[in-house]
């Protein structure tokens, strides 16, 4: 079994720690509705699973972790549905690295650095400091040196 985090499509619809077998293809199915597509995150390592082919509702939180976490795939890929977070060891899924489940499920606010300069701004939803990450990177893509912290 490894430890997961599922992302809600709903804003408001906590994200949830989940324990799930890495090689029950079926249960991946069931918590992103049916066929999945995958994208690779970067900064830590890491899958973020999603419904192909679902185009609502809207995702945002999963959205914007991916547009961080894989610049490439920033501001034109949209993940619609439920979403499923799991590590990447060289293609294996693993635990979600330890900070990354604290700042999912445990956080209550957070700081945003972005090539280490801090914006100063407190945001008491993860979402809206991923938003604050997309925002500070724009019109450029996100990546470089980024870090969320919980304050």
Same mark, same amino acid.
């Given at each position: ?7 809600p ?10 324990? *799930? ?14 066929n999945?597509q995958?994208?690779?995150?970067? %900064? +830590?390592s890491?899958?973020?699973?999603s419904n192909?082919?679902s185009?609502? +509702?809207? %995702? *945002?939180?999963a959205t ?6 894989? +610049? ?10 439920? $979403?499923?977070?799991t590590?990447n060891d &060289?293609? $294996?899924?693993v635990?979600v +690295? ?5 700042? !999912?499920?445990?956080a209550?606010?957070y700081?945003? &650095?972005?090539n280490?300069? %801090? ?5 008491? %939803?993860l !979402?809206?400091?991923? !938003?604050a990450?997309?925002?500070q990177?724009?019109?450029?893509k996100?990546?470089g &040196? ?6």
């Amino acid at each position: 079994m490894i430890k997961a985090i599922r992302i809600p499509p709903t804003i408001d619809d906590p994200l949830w720690r989940v324990e *799930i077998d890495p090689h029950d293809f079926a249960t991946y199915q069931g918590i992103t509705g049916g066929n999945m597509q995958t994208h690779d995150l970067r %900064n +830590p390592s890491m899958t973020l699973y999603s419904n192909g082919v679902s185009t609502t +509702p809207l %995702n *945002i939180r999963a959205t914007l972790m991916l547009w961080v976490h894989d +610049p490439e795939s920033a501001y034109h890929v949209m993940i619609a549905g439920q $979403a499923l977070l799991t590590g990447n060891d &060289e293609g $294996a899924d693993v635990d979600v +690295p330890k900070e990354v489940i604290e700042l !999912a499920t445990k956080a209550q606010g957070y700081k945003v &650095e972005v090539n280490g300069e %801090n914006d100063g701004l407190t945001y008491d %939803n993860l !979402a809206f400091a991923y !938003a604050a990450v997309v925002y500070q990177t724009a019109p450029s893509k996100p990546g470089g &040196e980024v870090k969320i912290r919980i304050t």
